[in-house]
């Protein structure tokens, strides 16, 4: 159930980057916005809008040494991309 409500509320890029951050943050590292923004040719205003609904989503959390995925979002990614 909460699967398929993800797959609905996520848009495209919003799914690419948490596959980025599942690849880039599974071993603790932080990843900051403008590293997205480069990667994904995306503006700071889209990088921002996906990061806020991937928060909402509990699937990333967000502090001053960047962007991480959560434990949720980990599980989640296991489920699509693994």
Known sequence: MLLSLLENTLNKNADEILQYLYDHTNNKKFVFPGELETEFGLSPV???????????????????????????????????WV
């Open 46 to 80: 889209k990088v921002r809008n996906c990061l806020e609904d991937l928060k909402e989503a509990i699937l990333i959390f967000e502090s001053n040494n960047g962007i991480q995925i959560s434990e949720i979002g980990n599980n989640y990614a296991k489920t699509r």
